[in-house]
């Protein structure tokens, strides 16, 4: 009971802010992306909101993260909804028929200051006529079940505010790989040499 009033809280925290955000730019404004945040962090609230929902079922997510992520400049709510989205979509593309792995990776390039996630599945992947599509508004190959053709433009969208990129990469039949990577906080501290992360059962 406990733990579903604290999933509770966060949605409404989550409600809250989304709703807010959506106000502000729809009078020209720009939600607010100064706070630093833990990519990791946001991974496990991520998947706490999946795993409330039961939306998983028989597929296993693993967890690989950095050890030293540093930070990112932005909004967590924002970014959280967009690991959420990219989570479902990993598991809507494996078949319901059988088991499937999906891995989220977080990692820091130091070179080049950027922060990156990976969300990587090994569903059904994507034909290669529908990829310079996928982030067109109202482009969904789900319609008939639901789908708005949204979720990947505004995720594309949030990323970009946050000075970041959304790279796809995907093999018919062989699973979908998608990168998310923002720039590190500009007073982050430089970390040590990165630990090889082991997965963690999600």
Known sequence: MTKAA???????????????DMRAYNVGGQGDAKDRVDLNQVVADALTIIRAHGRHGNITIQKEPCPELPPVTGNRYQLEQVIINLILNSIQAIPESRD???TITTGHDRMKGMVSLVVRDDGKGIQPDIMGRLMEPFFSTRMESGGSGLGLYISNFIVTEHRGQLVFESEPDKGTTVTISIPAADDAPSPGPDAPPGPQAA
Not at 6 to 20: N, T, W
């Open 100 to 102: 499937g792995v999906i």
């Open 6 to 20: 604290e999933v509770i809280a966060r949605c409404s925290e989550r409600i809250e802010k989304v709703v807010q």
